[in-house]
């Protein structure tokens, strides 16, 4: 079976299985406490907490899988989240280079600097406009703000501004 369809029906089965193993390591445990005759209330207070992890963590990783396998089969399968930024400005023929992470807020989430293209990295010899290319893909959505360090032939650096938003 060659076909989307296999493919779901190949994580639900991979999902189970985990699951699965999971669930009978958790049974065998508490079967080999009561065989060697140390189950006690502790044994089953630690047993029953671990089964209570384990079913809610189940059930999210099931609801996942389900969300998930809908979203696909609508054709709503998620891609990369690619935003642009408006242009900025710096001296002609500057080298640009970001500063480090760009931050949304005093401290509530970054944007790496892996995850920043600055676009063109090196200005020509009369331009003066750059843009910012981020893929937000796994990062909280928001205005991250931040520098580019934009230093010209000669040596001299400035300090710009730069943000951009990821939807």
Do not use: H
Not at 12 to 17: E, G, I
Not at 57 to 70: I, R
Not at 127 to 134: G, H, I, M, Y
Request: hydrophobic residues 40%; charged residues 20%.
């Amino acid at each position: 079976m060659d076909s989307r369809v296999s493919d779901f029906v190949q994580d639900y089965n991979a999902l189970a299985t985990s699951l699965l193993e999971r669930w009978s390591g958790l049974a065998s445990r508490a079967a080999s406490k009561m065989d060697a005759g140390a189950y006690d209330a502790t044994s089953a207070a630690e047993d029953a907490a671990a089964g209570a992890r384990l079913a809610a963590e189940a059930g999210w990783l099931w609801t996942e899988w389900m969300c998930e396998t809908f979203a696909k089969l609508a054709g709503f399968e998620g891609g990369p989240n690619i935003a642009e930024s408006q242009p900025f400005e710096a001296p002609k023929g500057s080298s640009l280079e970001l500063a480090g992470p760009l931050l949304k807020g005093p401290g509530l989430a970054e944007l790496p600097v892996s995850a920043v293209t600055i676009r063109p990295p090196q200005l020509g010899p009369k331009q003066t406009e750059f843009t910012l290319r981020a893929d937000g893909s796994g990062y909280r959505g928001g205005t991250y703000v931040g520098q580019v360090n934009a230093t010209t032939e000669k040596g001299k650096a400035t300090a710009v501004t730069v943000w951009i938003s990821i939807p």
